[in-house]
């Protein structure tokens, strides 16, 4: 019985055909790093795959939001001169962080991370 093809095989397997054709070298980012996306270096390591591959299909968790609003408090925060305002944002960046923290934690007790 022939050994299934594991899906590294075919995605190496699909590189080299594409490579070999020249599809690859008509790609706009052909040789050059990937950009990454807005949130993606605010979204946990455990998370960033799977989050992509949702975003990619059209499908934006709830938890991605919360990521996106506190890298919006982030920047915000970086620029604001005043200082009541910057006190304001300090304790909603906070707040969020704890929620971040909380959901966080829930997640690993339930085994979703």
């Not at 080299?16 to 690859?24: D, F, H, I, R, T």
């Amino acid at each position: 019985m022939p050994k299934p093809e594991l899906i590294e095989d075919e995605i190496a397997r699909k590189l080299a055909e594409a490579q070999q054709s020249g599809e690859l070298k008509s790609a706009p980012s052909y040789g050059r790093p990937l950009a990454m996306s807005d949130g993606w270096d605010d979204t946990p390591d455990e998370f960033r795959m799977a989050f992509k591959m949702l975003k990619n299909s059209g499908f934006v968790p709830p938890e991605i939001a919360v990521f996106h609003e506190r890298a919006e408090l982030r920047k915000r925060l970086a620029t604001c001169a005043d200082l009541h305002e910057r006190k304001v944002l300090e304790t909603e960046l906070a707040q969020l962080e704890q929620k971040i923290a909380l959901r966080l934690e829930a997640m690993k007790m339930h085994g979703g991370v």
